[in-house]
């Protein structure tokens, strides 16, 4: 079966300050896919990253970074120095080869306050 | 580039009633998924297109129904409509063929009453 786990329903931080959600994923399968979406107040997911099972090689973008674990089954997404812009609810999605469909964690509502 | 295009954007219906949602592909893009998110279940997937067949789809009643076309647009349709269908509605394209990011529309606001 395949699953993803997001068990931090709801953070809280202060603006500057950094950030980390988790995000823990469970399949048999060695070819999959895991991405990361923000979906802000105005209601529209917005894509922010795909890894795919054979690159467990760290991203950065901006103040963005993702790690991905596979011997812990993780793909952690870190906000460095957060800002009110940044409040949204964010999902972690799978997705495996062949199989044509995206299971969702159920998101962590990211609150930044000023 | 255009976006995905959802219509319409918010709808009432009354329980018993049907109802078709309408998704409007990224140029280019030939896969189209559907979900539905509601605050209790999050993001459901639905079913997913590519080239006009279903290629998979979730565990959802057979009330639950859609379909593609030639140009890849898509259709969903909900018929007997109950209550707890009340949800957004999403819908997501990608380029297809393997497993690519996929681009959201705004979603369609479904209420049943």
């Known amino acids: 079966a395949q699953k993803v786990t997001q068990a931090q329903t709801e953070i809280s931080v202060v603006e500057k300050e950094d950030v980390t959600l988790d995000c823990v994923y469970e399949?048999?399968?060695?070819?999959?896919?895991l991405f990361w979406y923000k979906q802000p107040p105005s209601g529209e997911l917005v894509f922010l990253i795909r890894?795919?099972?054979?690159?467990?090689q760290n991203e950065i973008s901006g103040r963005y970074s993702w790690n991905f674990q596979k011997s812990t089954s993780s793909f952690n997404f870190t906000i460095t120095a957060s800002q009110v812009v940044d409040s949204a609810v964010y999902f972690c999605?799978?997705?495996?080869?062949?199989?044509?469909?995206?299971?969702f964690g159920t998101g962590t509502r990211l609150k930044v306050l000023a | 580039k255009a976006g995905v295009t959802q219509t319409p954007r918010y709808l009432i219906k009354t329980r018993g009633q049907q109802v078709t949602l309408s998704c409007s592909p990224i140029?280019?893009?030939?896969?189209v998924s559907w979900y539905q998110q509601t605050p209790g279940q999050g993001l459901q997937f639905l079913f997913e297109?590519?080239?006009?067949?279903?290629?998979n789809k979730g565990n959802f009643p057979g009330r639950f129904s859609g379909r593609q076309f030639s140009n890849s647009r898509s259709e969903m349709n909900v018929s007997t409509l109950e209550l707890g269908d009340s949800a957004l509605y999403l819908c997501?394209?990608?380029?297809?063929?393997?497993?690519?990011?996929?681009?959201f529309g705004p979603g369609t606001r479904l209420t049943v009453t």
């Open positions: 890894r795919n099972s054979f690159d467990e």
């Open positions: 297109y590519f080239s006009e067949t279903q290629r």
């Open positions: 140029s280019g893009h030939r896969s």
């Open positions: 399949t048999r399968d060695t070819t999959y896919y």
């Open positions: 997501a394209s990608s380029v297809g063929g393997t497993v690519w990011e996929q681009y």
């Open positions: 999605a799978l997705s495996t080869s062949g199989t044509y469909k995206y299971i």
